[in-house]
Nanobody, 112 residues
Framework: QVQLVESGGGLVQTGGSLRLSCRAS????????MMWFRQAPGKEREFVAG???????VYGDSVKGRSTISRDDSRRTVYLEMSRVSPNDTAVYYC??????WGKGTQVTVST
């Protein structure tokens, strides 16, 4: 049974940084298929960060230049680091992997 467990969410001050983790268990997918999405209240889920076909990183326009996705294959874990956060980054952050597996999400709230 596949499980994706996100952690690291919470309250962050505007201008600060966050670091999220997503650990996978079960399944046979590579960590290179793991990616981050987010969904803000009243908005559609949007892509945040992931890897492309040759292992390079890809970022959504709203986080490009201030976010970094990384992974630890031995731990089957991917990380998302984001700096210079603003209230616009307030959302539930979800991990996605493999064919179509989703975690339950971790809430990030950026205070003014």
């Amino acid at each position: 049974q596949v499980q994706l467990v996100e952690s690291g969410g919470g309250l962050v001050q505007t201008g600060g940084s966050l670091r999220l983790s997503c650990r996978a268990s079960g399944g046979t997918f590579s960590t290179s298929t793991m990616m981050w999405f987010r969904q803000a209240p009243g908005k559609e889920r949007e892509f945040v960060a992931g890897y492309n076909w040759n292992g390079g990183t890809v970022y959504g326009d709203s986080v490009k230049g201030r976010s970094t996705i990384s992974r630890d294959d031995s731990r089957r874990t991917v990380y998302l680091e984001m700096s210079r956060v603003s209230p616009n980054d307030t959302a539930v952050y979800y991990c996605h992997a493999g064919k179509d597996y989703w975690g339950k999400g971790t809430q990030v709230t950026v205070s003014t």
